[in-house]
């Protein structure tokens, strides 16, 4: 048996598909025969099954007694269109509100620093022990604390996750590769101290705020609250701060580059490794603001991605992580021709920055290359001086200082940076080293310009990591500003001194949006000034539930995928344009994890957030999705009605802000109303209006309470148990529960609790039975089972529910949903009951099942699903998604990522080194065949999941077309069928003839079918540019800039090669 949650339903006259039964041999008989299955009979069965359902379970939800109430009332209430230009205005604001307090709370930080460090005098010799955050309780074999580790209580903390922290004070990472007691670091730490102050008032002025911190440019990270940090399996701890995007965002201005890498013969080897390590690096510090492109070069030149020729293109984590496989691509061989290569990068970013896209802000072109015999002053005279508007950084790759002084020249005489990178250790150091001389106009102007992140999730940092364990993966935007030294004796240099910053989580955003406001189907969304999603209810994070695997290209994600019925992007473009309007166009809204598509007509509204680089969005049904209605009773009467133990609130909607004060954290919603209405908390602050709309909600529906309990106690009643719950919510999240059976019998043991997303009140959406009853016929109820996901359905329950409304009308809102969970064993039992009735058929009927609950009726039944379509009984529409995940066979070399690891890049840079200091005169070939057993291992197919592009069909029905019957001619057979509407539901009864297979016919599937793109269309793609807004300011030029401080060529000490003498003694002990 096909269950009855077999095709998809849409909102505009769809029905569910039950294939009902299967009449086998006998009825075969009557088909030869020349005689059809009798309609009348099939009406019969329909009729008498559709009445049977229908009466228990209007029975056992108590339908009828709630809509009686809600009629009672229902001159009481003033019913009220929804002004949603003005409620997304108001949204707006709130937002505005919110965020402001966050960068006030950055910028109190912000002075603070700068005061501190304006105070300081630098003391090489300066020794003070402070709080490291990874040694911090840590004790030697004696029993003492090791030094930077001194005793640090930490208390769980509810508002922190309860996670152990310490709410007085800060402490402080320092990157494994740094030494934890370098006087640059050391003075750092000591001065930003008094940054302990300003944390502590920041939460208490805005106990909402969470983590606060201060990333310095030396490279340590102050934290508050104070955490402990654990090292990795590996006993490493890779974060710097440094290379993090609100650090790099909140420190320079947006930027064009061009990446030209050295790939001539001398390239050979370990040094096209680490030339590949820097570009990478350098990809790793570009933002979606930026634009880049790399073309390798030696007597001739090769851009990374050939289609990109003499283009930049937009540096979001899907282009970026595109060049990074192309990288592995490059091979060195020739002559390298520099003078070609400069002239060409020159041009492209002049011929891009007339176009007026890309950042036309900082411009930049970043040589890798083991040397330069030229100084090519003739070029830089050409194209760049006297302005020096393109900054020249240069990477010189290897240890060998023979062409130091042109490669430095050539960026000292362009206000670039030069540094030398001799290990692939040395590559992620020295790439940093560019954003402080990008970041010297913003310092000279004093500019403290906001900065807002796009959302990201961070998994590098320990309560990151918990949080993602215990409860999913937690969406934040961080706001971020930029310290500067102040010193009068530095202002030319403009010397950075970190960034400071606050995350805030998505779901705070959520909160400020009143969910009952928007209907059963609206929504709130956000994007960014580039059209990327800040949040959005279509937002998918993860993919493989179970393995809370994370999207690689989450962070990316356009408002045009989610929203991709709007194919000119007149909405993402007003709204990336900042303006304030109104678009509406027919969606299609998937349901049930996309099984199941809706078809309405959306109402969106937007503005921007002022004050921030977001804009906001709200999405109104038209119908009841527009209409809002206020109740009035009693606080006395609410409170009375509220105390039920089967009353619960959505967790996730903000009635009260628990937030505020911290003796309110552990209170539930539910538990805050009501003290809220008592009076006893007059430091709560809630939703007036919500509370008194639940109020109103709780005593209509209490009556329904003592039903359901005289239902339970009536013993005769429900005997078999077939009916376990009975359900309801109302438009502001108010539930009410009652079981049937005990607890511990339930057949869905998960339905109706906290994980249980798709059926409860969440900050997104109403429950998904809500959803779907609010789209059926008034009256009648909707009837859904989980689709089947794998060869063995595990779902045992059928789920009924029907919306109730306050006026006939179809302007009315919804202003509940109830329901009934049953075993599909007994609903399968009362199919049968009614179909066995086979007088019409002069007792010819042989009826039997097979169980294919779940199963989607076309890949059961594909000729008839096929007939049904061509008659037009039912319709095929096609969706797309754009975040969905592929399988793809990939080419992999264990060798090539084993050196982009950390740890066996290390290795391999100590292999190096040691080679140079025995063989350097065959270093290029010894050096290879050192380092051979980490690239030249085979190439092997490895399969991924990767992002890609689907479509896939669903299927809705014409209400109009309550019955059918029909003939399909197959090889040698008649197949015929019969398809009658049951009443009162969303179900369909098809009788099948099962004579005959008609097995020529293909199955229909849903299955989704990935868009492939050929290459003309990928390089479309590619280089096509929707329209994005650039941030508003620009520091890319001072005339005040002091560019002699341009870098210089670090030397091997002899303390260095101290310390790597016991790990290569390490290494040959292995």
């Known amino acids: 048996m096909a269950g009855p949650g077999s095709p998809r339903r849409a909102s505009r006259g769809a029905s569910a598909l039950l294939a009902a039964a299967l009449l086998y041999a006998a009825l075969g008989d009557v088909v030869r025969s020349e005689q059809q299955i009798p309609l009348s009979v099939v009406k019969l069965w329909a009729s008498a099954f559709g009445g049977e359902i229908k009466s228990i379970a209007a029975k056992y939800s108590g339908s009828q007694l709630l809509q009686k109430k809600y009629k009672e ?39 603070a620093a700068e005061e501190a460090h304006l105070k300081h005098e630098f003391d090489a010799d300066l020794q003070y022990e402070y709080f490291n955050a990874v040694l911090i309780n840590e004790r030697d074999k004696d029993g003492n604390f090791l030094e930077l580790g001194k005793e640090f209580i930490l208390a769980p903390n509810d508002h922190f996750n309860n996670l152990p922290v310490n709410i007085s004070l800060s402490d402080v990472q320092v990157p494994t590769n740094m030494y934890n007691k370098d006087p640059a670091i050391v003075n750092g730490v000591y001065w930003s101290e008094s940054l302990n102050k300003v944390f502590v008032d ?18 340590f990270f102050r934290q508050y609250p104070g955490i402990k940090w654990e090292p990795d399996e590996n006993g490493v701890i890779a974060f710097d701060c440094r290379n993090r995007k609100w650090y790099i965002q909140a420190a320079t201005s947006p930027k064009d580059v061009v990446i030209l890498v050295d790939v001539s013969g001398s390239m050979k080897g370990l040094r096209l490794t680490i030339a590949k390590q820097t570009v ?41 992580e595109h060049f990074r496989e192309h990288l592995d691509k490059l091979f060195a061989k020739g002559i390298g021709m520099l003078d070609i290569a400069l002239n060409e990068a020159f041009n492209i970013l002049s011929d891009f920055n007339h176009t007026g896209q890309g950042s036309i ?8 290359t083991d040397g330069a015999v030229d100084t090519y002053d003739t070029i830089f005279a050409k194209y760049n001086w006297p302005d020096r508007k393109v900054r020249i950084f240069t990477y010189l790759i290897g240890r060998e200082a023979a062409f130091a002084d042109n490669l430095k020249w050539m960026a000292c005489a362009n206000k670039g940076f030069f540094t030398q990178i001799s290990t692939l250790a040395d590559v992620q150091e020295n790439v940093m080293e560019y954003l402080h001389v990008l970041s010297r106009p913003k310092v000279i102007d004093q500019e403290h310009d906001v900065v807002w992140t796009e ?26 500003m930029p310290v500067f030294s102040k010193q009068n004796e530095t202002r030319s240099k403009g010397i950075l001194l970190g960034v400071v910053g606050t995350d805030v989580p998505v779901k705070e955003l959520l909160k400020t949006i009143p969910k009952y406001k928007l209907g059963i189907h609206g929504y709130a969304f956000a994007i960014t000034n580039n059209g990327y999603i800040l949040t959005h209810p ?62 309405m007509t959306n109402d969106y509204y937007y503005t921007d957030i002022k004050g921030t680089p977001f804009s906001l969005g709200v999405a109104l049904s038209r119908g009841h999705g527009k209409y809002f209605f206020r109740g009035n009773v009693t606080i006395e009467e609410g409170l009375h009605d509220l105390e039920h133990p089967d009353v619960s609130l959505a967790d996730e909607w903000s009635y009260c802000n628990t937030d505020l004060h911290p003796e ?3 209170l539930s919603q539910l538990e805050a109303i009501k003290l809220y209405l008592k009076g006893k908390e007059p430091l709560l602050q809630c939703d007036k209006e919500l509370i008194q709309e639940v109020l109103f909600d709780a005593v209509v529906s209490a009556p329904i309470e003592a039903y359901w309990t005289s239902l339970a106690l009536n013993k005769s009643e429900n005997s078999d148990k077939g009916v376990e719950v009975a359900f309801l919510g109302t438009r502001t999240g108010l539930s009410r529960i009652n079981l049937f059976v005990g607890a511990e019998q339930l057949t869905n043991q998960d339905f109706l609790k906290a994980g249980d997303k798709e059926n409860i009140f969440n900050a997104d959406h109403f429950p998904l039975w809500y959803r779907r009853a609010a789209e059926q016929i008034p009256g009648s109820f909707v009837y859904s089972i989980p689709f089947s996901t794998g060869p063995v359905n595990k779902s045992n329950v059928v789920t009924a529910s029907t919306s109730i409304q306050l006026l006939d009308e179809r302007k009315s809102p919804v202003v509940a949903a109830v329901g009934i969970q049953m075993k599909l064993e007994f609903f399968q039992r009362k199919f049968w009951t009614a179909s066995r009735q086979c007088a019409s058929l002069d007792g010819k009927c042989s009826i039997s099942c097979d169980d294919e609950t779940g199963d989607f009726f076309g890949e059961i039944e594909g000729a008839v699903m096929n007939k049904l379509l061509t008659m037009g009984s039912f319709k095929r529409i096609t969706l797309y998604d754009y975040q969905a995940m592929c399988r793809a066979n990939k080419e992999s070399s264990d060798g090539a990522h084993g050196l982009l690891d950390p740890y066996n890049a290390f290795l391999s840079a100590v292999k190096w080194i040691m080679t140079e200091l025995v063989w350097f005169l065959v270093e290029f070939n010894l050096c290879s065949w050192w380092h051979s057993d980490m690239t030249a291992k085979a190439q092997k197919l490895k399969q991924t999941l990767e992002p890609c592009d689907t479509e896939y069909p669903a299927f809705v029905s014409e209400r109009t077309i309550k019955e059918t019957t029909g003939n399909i001619a197959c090889e040698d057979c008649s197949k015929s069928f019969v ?92």
């Open 73 to 111: 009332y229902e001159k009481d209430v003033a019913i009220e269109e929804i002004d949603g230009l003005q409620l997304v205005k108001k949204l707006a604001k709130n937002m505005e509100e919110m965020f402001h307090k966050k960068s006030e709370a950055v910028r109190r930080l912000v002075e």
């Open 202 to 219: 920041n939460f208490d002025r805005d106990p909402s705020l969470i983590w606060q911190y201060f990333g310095s440019a030396k490279g």
């Open 280 to 320: 990478s690096s350098i990809l790793d510090t570009l933002g979606d603001d930026d634009f880049f492109n790399i073309i390798a070069y030696n007597e001739e030149l090769h851009y990374v991605e050939p289609c990109l020729n003499g283009t930049l293109v937009q540096a979001d984590r899907t282009n970026k």
């Open 361 to 368: 802000c900082s411009q930049a072109i970043m040589l890798i």
């Open 455 to 480: 959302a990201y999730i961070d998994s590098t940092l320990p309560q990151a990591q918990k949080l993602t364990d215990d409860q999913g993966p937690v969406l934040m935007t961080t706001v971020a």
């Open 538 to 599: 279509e937002l998918r994070l993860l993919y493989e539930e179970g393995k809370k695997r994370r999207k690689p290209n989450y962070s990316s994600v356009d408002l045009s995928e989610v929203e991709w019925e709007d194919r000119d992007d007149v909405l993402r473009n007003a709204m990336v344009n900042r303006k304030t309007g109104k678009f509406s166009m027919e969606v299609k809204k998937t349901v049930d994890k996309g099984k199941r598509v809706l078809v």
């Open 664 to 666: 309110h954290r552990h």
């Open 979 to 1070: 398809i009658q509407q049951i009443p009162s539901s969303n179900l369909f009864m098809v009788v099948v003839d099962s004579s005959c297979l008609c097995e020529s016919v293909a199955p229909i599937t849903m299955a989704p079918i990935e868009i492939r793109y050929n290459e003309s269309l990928k390089c479309e793609r590619l280089k096509a540019q929707k329209i994005r807004r650039r941030p508003e300011s620009c520091h890319g030029f001072h005339p005040e800039e002091n560019a002699r401080e341009c870098g210089g060529a670090p030397s091997l000490q002899a303390q260095t090669v101290l310390l790597l003498l016991p790990l290569l003694l390490m290494l040959f002990s292995r």
